[in-house]
T-cell receptor, first 114, second 115 residues
Framework: DGGITQSPKYLFRKEGQNVTLSCEQNLNHDAMYWYRQDPGQGLRLIYYSQIVNDFQKGDIAEGYSVSREKKESFPLTVTSAQKNPTAFYLC?????????????FGQGTRLTVV | AQTVTQSQPEMSVQEAETVTLSCTYDTSENNYYLFWYKQPPSRQMILVIRQEAYKQQNATENRFSVNFQKAAKSFSLKISDSQLGDTAMYFCAFMKDSGNTPLVFGKGTRLSVIA
């Protein structure tokens, strides 16, 4: 089955550590996105990539980094510079090649600072 | 920049009744897509319905329909015959015409269906 896989489902980070969230898709989509979800805030865009080896900052990119070395993969690193990383993180992908355009989402990663 | 506003943080409805969730947006684009996504307690985002801005006809998907008013930049979701499984967060979202651009989300409406 085609879809988006995020791992791990739950992640715990100590103060000062970097952690990487995984996102893999087998939908052959060109574009991939990372969103952060906090209570009452909706989904806010962290980074997105429209093509391999290229990515753009979203609205809340500070303290995060990404790479897009393969079409299928778009990992997100939460660095120690992110002062409030506890949140739910969603990865999504989309294609502009079909008039039935929509974004497909992974199941999310819950990150907690301990 | 585009913005999406959902003015109802929480709503409730009796089972089998009809409820309407509001959404307004702001954009200077002429062609775009609008979406309603559902996020149940599992937190998986599920597409409920999609509307292309160039289509005048309102989209429908079984019990779900929209009232798309392009000039007013309004995109409300109507849920008919509400079911307990409709209990979820509902997000309104905007996407530019290219299809490879990020969705812009509203802050969501928490809907509770009461037996």
């Amino acid at each position: 089955d085609g879809g988006i896989t995020q791992s791990p489902k739950y992640l715990f980070r100590k103060e000062g550590q970097n952690v990487t969230l995984s996102c893999e898709q087998n939908l052959n989509h060109d574009a991939m996105y990372w969103y952060r979800q906090d209570p009452g805030q909706g989904l806010r865009l962290i980074y997105y990539s429209q093509i391999v080896n290229d990515f753009q900052k979203g609205d809340i990119a500070e303290g995060y980094s990404v790479s897009r070395e393969k079409k299928e993969s778009f990992p997100l690193t939460v660095t120690s510079a992110q002062k409030n990383p506890t949140a739910f993180y969603l990865c999504a992908s989309s294609t502009g090649q079909d008039y039935n355009t929509e974004a497909f989402f992974g199941q999310g990663t819950r990150l907690t600072v301990v | 920049a585009q913005t999406v506003t959902q003015s109802q943080p929480e709503m409730s409805v009796q089972e089998a009744e009809t409820v309407t969730l509001s959404c307004t947006y702001d954009t200077s684009e002429n062609n775009y897509y609008l979406f309603w996504y559902k996020q149940p307690p599992s937190r998986q985002m599920i597409l409920v319905i999609r509307q292309e801005a160039y289509k005048q006809q309102n989209a429908t998907e079984n019990r779900f329909s929209v009232n798309f008013q392009k000039a007013a930049k309004s995109f409300s979701l109507k849920i008919s015959d509400s079911q307990l499984g409709d209990t979820a967060m509902y997000f309104c979202a905007f996407m530019k015409d290219s299809g490879n651009t990020p969705l812009v989300f509203g802050k969501g409406t928490r809907l509770s269906v009461i037996a």
